[in-house]
């Protein structure tokens, strides 16, 4: 049987061609409209671009056969933001409000949302704006909130191949403290190790590992899986509280997997992906299977190396539910 291969946009490359936009000032939101999209209107003092105080969200929007459009667990993602956004020191937007601009964004532009399997990832971001570049330890006193769509595809370049990781025990993804905090100063952070990694080793990703504890990767929750049982790190402030894995460990629990949720070592996971399972979770990586890490430059197959059937079965339920061939027994899809 021939394969079909189908050549999409690289992820995030391209955009629907309106944005939402809403400007904080004088202590309160102006109205929030849906313009044609455009270059930011940016004074070069802005306080994002000295002080990085700039927090996102990612979610996405799925076509259903039947035309319909459904927002996956958009008030989980709006939630995050807001608490992003609050540790930030940034203008905390009502979640009721943001979620707005999202629906009447994507009724501007409903035929970019593609079909199955591709959606429509909707990027709302919120920066600050005040133009003081000595606002250094003062919060930004004005802000913007845009909210960008662009319709994707797989995250992984290589769509169903499963992925070499690099095992990372010294440096950090990020300041400890802001691990749960979905800002862009902490993807900046982890680039530099990421970017040594694939140059030194060609993997895709690095697992970050900081003192031996096992934590995620730049873009992506880590789940250790196996016949009935899942391990993931518990909930801390060192790492993003995935969505994707919060539905993961749902779906699990309700197919009969033990779901267990703590801090585990490198020596723990090296021993459980002699037979066990790795994946990574994230609303672009879905639940991608890893096929080998590398450990102080020694390399180590996930099991036999190919994606396994338990990441398989779990991914697949969950993309059923999101694309309409499941039905959402968790209330986590609202219509547009
Ligand atoms: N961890 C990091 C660092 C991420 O960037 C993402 C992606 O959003 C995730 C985890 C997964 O989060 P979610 O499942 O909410 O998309
Ligand atoms: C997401 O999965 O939504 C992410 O934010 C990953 C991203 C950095 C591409």
Redesign the pocket.
Known sequence: MSEVVTQHPPFGSVFADVMAIAWYRDGRWGSAEVVPLAPLPLHPAAHVLHYASECFE??KAYRWPDGQIHLFRMDR?LE?FRQSAASLVLPVPEADWVGGMVRSLIQRCQATVPEAPGALYLRPTLIGTTANIGAAASPSTEACLIVLASPVWDYFSGGAKPLKIWVEERAT?CASHLGST?TGG??AAALGPTMAARRAHQVDQVLFCPGGEVQ??????FLLIREGHILTRSLDSS???????DSLLTMAGDLGYRVEERVFTVDEMMDWIKTGEAAL?????VLAGVGSLLRAGQAFTVADGQIGVHTQRLRSALVDIQQGRSPDRHGWLQTV
């Open positions: 990612g979610f993602h995050r993804r979905k902490n993807y995620e990767t730049g873009a992506a929750n790492f993003l509280h995935g969505v994707t894995r979770s994230g609303t672009a990586a």
